[in-house]
Structures are given as structure tokens and as C-alpha cells.
């Protein structure tokens, strides 16, 4: 179910404003795409983000809504440890700033990294 208060885009990454949901008929959410070349169109999608109906095989579904993913970011201190098994150690940490991290280092054999990640 598309829902009004998230935000979406197409599957090939392209902006999308919704306008409505819960429509009468088989494509219930209507909004407008922006093209890469800045112009805009209005589109309809079925109520679960589909572009078109699944029998159809002459879509590539690109049009598709998903949401837009949200991006994240972190500094880890890793524990650089040549004996153990994991590439980066058993005993990494996670922190909001880089000052953060290089406080907790209690160890000369860890390091600070910046990790970025979109779920």
C-alpha cells in the first residue's frame, strides 16, 4: 500500500511527487514523475506501487514505485586484530562523530572509519 506521507521514486531512480491515493479503479495512486531532463508527467500506479499489471510482460517495470532509501552514516573504531578470523576484528564499534570514535580507542591497534550504508 503506497502511503502519502512516505516518499517514493521509480525503480530507475527517478523523483516522484504522489498527489493521490485510494482512487476508484484498478490504478488507485496518481503522481507526477520528474524525467532526468527535468520535465514532469502524470502517472497512475496500482495500490501496491505496480506500473502495470503482471501478465503484462511488455513493461520492464522501471516505473514502479519504491521508496526512497535512507542513507546513513557512522564512524566505527575496528579492532585491527591479525589473529582473529573476521577481517576486521571481533570487537567494532559504531559512533555519530568522528570525535566520538577516536575517544574510545582505548587500544593502539584499532582504527576509526568512516561507514556510509543506505537501507
Known sequence: MIDMNHKYQTRDGRAVRILATGMRGLFSVAGIITETDD????Y?????????IPANVVWNRSSDLIPVPTKHEAWAVIDIDAVS????????????TY??????IP???QRVAHVTWED
Open 85 to 96: 578470523p573476521f577481517p576486521c576484528g571481533i570487537n567494532s564499534f559504531f559512533f555519530k
Open 39 to 42: 520535465s514532469q508527467h502524470i
Open 44 to 52: 497512475s500506479w496500482m495500490e501496491d506501487g505496480k506500473s502495470d
Open 107 to 109: 587500544l593502539e591497534d
Open 99 to 104: 570525535e566520538q570514535a577516536r575517544a574510545y
